[in-house]
C-alpha cells in the first residue's frame, strides 16, 4: 500500500477528510518553500502538494501563474523541485503529490523521473495537461517505481470517462469542481455533491476536490461529500505578499484545517 493510500485508509478509519494544499514550488524561492510545507503540516496538512513551475499552465488561474512565473524567473526546475522534496522528508512525513505539466517530465525522462521521484520521497505526480488514454509511458514507469498516477475528472465526464480515470488512477481521484481554471471562487458549484456521488458510484478510489475552494466554509462544504480537500491559489497568494508569509500562511491552513473537521 502506499503512502497515499495508507494516508486514506487511517482518515476513512477516523471518519475525517484530507486536508491537502498546494503550493507553486520556489516562489518565492526554494527556502521558503521549504518552511511553507512544514508549517502547513503543522496547520493539519494530510498531504503536500507542490506545482512545478511550466512556462504554459494552462489550467492555471493568474494566482497560480504569477507564482510559476516568479520561480521560473529564479530558474526553479523539476530536478529544483525533486531536490526540494529530499531535503524535506525527514521534517515531513506526509505524502508528497507533484502537478507538473507534461513536457518538463518528458524532457526529464519518464523512466529516470518517476526513479528519481520514488527517490526523493514524492509519493504521486498529477499531470494536468496528460489525458488517461495517452498515459501508458507514465504509467508503465510509475507502477514500479511506487509512484501513484493521480488523473483528473471534471463536472463535465462522462461516466465512461469516470471508469478509465478510476481505472487509471492510484491514490486519489482529482475532481476538478467547475469548468474553467484555478483560483479563488465566491462559492462552490451546487452540482458538485451530484458529481462526487455519480463518481462513488463507480469507484471505491478516494475523490479529493480542488479549483475554486478558498475559505473554511467552502471547505467544509466540499469535506461534506468528498474524501479531500484541495486549496491552492487561496494559499498561494499568501505567499505572493510581503511580510511574514509563513505565519500568515500557517493561519489560514489553520482555519482550513478547521473548516474540513466541523464537516
Request: hydrophobic share 45%.
Amino acid at each position: 500500500m502506499s503512502r497515499i493510500s495508507a494516508t486514506f485508509a487511517e482518515l476513512r478509519a477516523a471518519g475525517r477528510r484530507a486536508f491537502i494544499p498546494f503550493v507553486v514550488a520556489g516562489d518565492p524561492d526554494l527556502a521558503a518553500t521549504e518552511h511553507a510545507a512544514q508549517a502547513l503540516v503543522r496547520a493539519g496538512a494530510d498531504l503536500i502538494e507542490f506545482g512545478v513551475p511550466f512556462s504554459d499552465p494552462i489550467a492555471d488561474g493568474p494566482v497560480n501563474q504569477r507564482a510559476g512565473h516568479r520561480a521560473l524567473l529564479r530558474g526553479v526546475t523539476l530536478a529544483d523541485v525533486l531536490d526540494l522534496t529530499h531535503r524535506l522528508r525527514p521534517k515531513v512525513a506526509v505524502p508528497v503529490v507533484l502537478l507538473s505539466y507534461f513536457n518538463p517530465i518528458l524532457q526529464y525522462g519518464l523512466n529516470r523521473f518517476c526513479a528519481d521521484a520514488a527517490s526523493s520521497g514524492v509519493d504521486g505526480v498529477v499531470v494536468p495537461d496528460l489525458p488517461p488514454e495517452e498515459a501508458d509511458g507514465i504509467i508503465a514507469a510509475a507502477r514500479p517505481a511506487g509512484v501513484d498516477t493521480i488523473f483528473l475528472l471534471a463536472p463535465t465526464s462522462t461516466d465512461e470517462r469516470i471508469r478509465l480515470v478510476a481505472e487509471r488512477s492510484t491514490g486519489f481521484i482529482y475532481c476538478v469542481s467547475l469548468t474553467g481554471v484555478t483560483g479563488v471562487r465566491e462559492r462552490v458549484s451546487a452540482d458538485l455533491g451530484g458529481l462526487i456521488a455519480r463518481i462513488k458510484g463507480l469507484t471505491s478510489t478516494p475523490v479529493c476536490v480542488g479549483f475554486g475552494v478558498s475559505t473554511p466554509d467552502q471547505a467544509r462544504e466540499v469535506a461534506r461529500v468528498a474524501d479531500g480537500v484541495i486549496v491552492g491559489s487561496a494559499l498561494v497568494a499568501v505567499l505572493e505578499e510581503d511580510g511574514d508569509r509563513i505565519t500568515r500562511l500557517e493561519h489560514l491552513a489553520g482555519t482550513l484545517r478547521r473548516g474540513i473537521d466541523v464537516s
